[in-house]
């Protein structure tokens, strides 16, 4: 599974973003897809994450403010973020998994090469 994000770029304080992520193929209709993000000096935090049924869960720190979706007819993810503040600067992956649930980011072995979001006050 081949996935490539887009639709980070900078944008100001209150500001909203959508990212992408395009994932190659599914050879199975169950998986799960999630964002990361990554900021420098810091470990990469799990944002949202969808089963195959559509079904999301969110980390506390964006819950409210972005929201994940998923076109599994195109193989798209989405994170649509709102309310985007300076602490939420950051490279934002978007991950996939056949086998493991949602959860930490050894759950997940495919990876795209990320999308910066840099947030300005």
């Known amino acids: 599974v081949q996935l490539v994000e887009s639709g980070g770029g900078s944008v100001q304080s209150g500001g909203s973003l959508t990212l992408s992520c395009a994932a190659s193929e599914f050879t199975n209709r169950h998986y799960y897809m999630t964002w990361f993000r990554q900021a420098p000096g810091k470990e990469r935090e799990g944002l949202a994450c969808?089963?195959?049924?559509?079904?999301?869960v969110y980390a506390e720190a964006v819950k409210g403010r972005f929201t994940i979706s998923r076109d599994s007819a195109i193989h798209t993810l989405y994170l649509q973020m709102n309310s985007l503040n300076p602490e939420d600067t950051a490279m934002y992956y978007c991950?996939?998994?056949?086998?493991?649930?949602?959860?930490?980011?050894?759950?997940?072995?495919?990876w795209g090469q990320g999308t910066q979001v840099t947030v300005s006050s």
């Open positions: 991950a996939a998994s056949y086998i493991f649930p949602c959860g930490p980011a050894t759950n997940f072995p495919y």
């Open positions: 969808i089963n195959a049924y559509g079904l999301p």
